[in-house]
């Protein structure tokens, strides 16, 4: 049985324990968040992309299962169950590092992959389905019309004053969003898009730096309780002897 100091150090392994179950669904939930809200996006968005929210999820699945061990091995004080959860933490620890710097990392990329994407898929929108609907949801979501205004529909074969139907926040029944509408959106999509991209690209980042450091944390205090347990079962066999 722990004593003195260390049997607070239990408990507070067991509190960290509840704490980590929690941000393994905070990261299963941001992780799912972005995938959902960019899941309209993915023709604008490079595969590396989306690597960083799927990392999250499967590291917030890992997190809640191992959080179970940690959870156990306190209230045992099993001195294996604890070591076992250690270095399971310290692997997961380093993954959440990996997935917080890989979001830093992406805010500095997305200017560079917005603009080439949004350029080469506008020269498809009249030809690709699938294209189409990508940038008909961006700009009624995001409000806006064209890379840096509604004049770009011309450079990619539009007649004359003619725009998607997309780029107005409404169109009449029987007729076509033009670029005389009072009703267009005048803002580009390109800057309102990076600035989306590049503040949950941020948000990535910190949750997972922010909650690797938590759990580093938690290990100091794991390998304490450990520690103790060992000690203890020493003090016993050596009594015992």
């Not at 270095?87 to 990996?98: K, N, Q, T």
Request: with cysteine; aromatic share 10%.
């Amino acid at each position: 049985m722990v004593s003195g100091g260390m049997a607070c150090i239990k408990y507070l392994t067991f509190l960290f324990n509840l704490i980590f179950a929690i941000t393994g669904i905070v990261f299963i939930a941001v992780g799912t968040v972005i995938l959902v809200v960019y899941s309209g996006y993915n023709n604008f968005m490079d595969s590396w992309f989306f690597t960083g929210p799927v990392l999250m999820i499967v590291v917030g699945v890992i997190v809640f299962i191992v959080s179970f061990f940690g959870c156990c091995g306190a209230v045992k004080e099993n001195h294996c169950m604890i070591l076992t959860f250690s270095v399971l933490l310290l692997l997961i620890f380093a993954l959440e590092l990996g997935a917080g710097i890989a979001g830093y990392m992406m805010s500095g990329e997305v200017r560079t992959m917005v603009e080439h994407r949004l350029n080469t898929t506008m020269e498809e929108y009249s030809t690709n389905n699938d294209i189409r609907k990508s940038w008909d949801i961006m700009q009624h979501d995001l409000e806006c019309c064209g890379m840096v205004g509604p004049n770009d529909w011309a450079h990619v074969g539009f007649p004359e004053n003619t725009i998607p139907n997309s780029c107005c926040k409404e169109v009449p029944e029987g007729s076509k969003c033009d670029s005389n509408s009072i009703h267009i959106h005048l803002k580009g999509c390109m800057g309102n898009l990076q600035s989306a991209t590049e503040h949950n690209a941020l948000i990535l980042g910190g949750v997972g730096i922010g909650i690797a450091i938590i759990q580093l944390i938690g290990v100091v205090f794991a390998c304490c309780l450990a520690r103790s347990i060992r000690r203890e079962y020493e003090t016993v066999e050596t009594a015992a002897h």
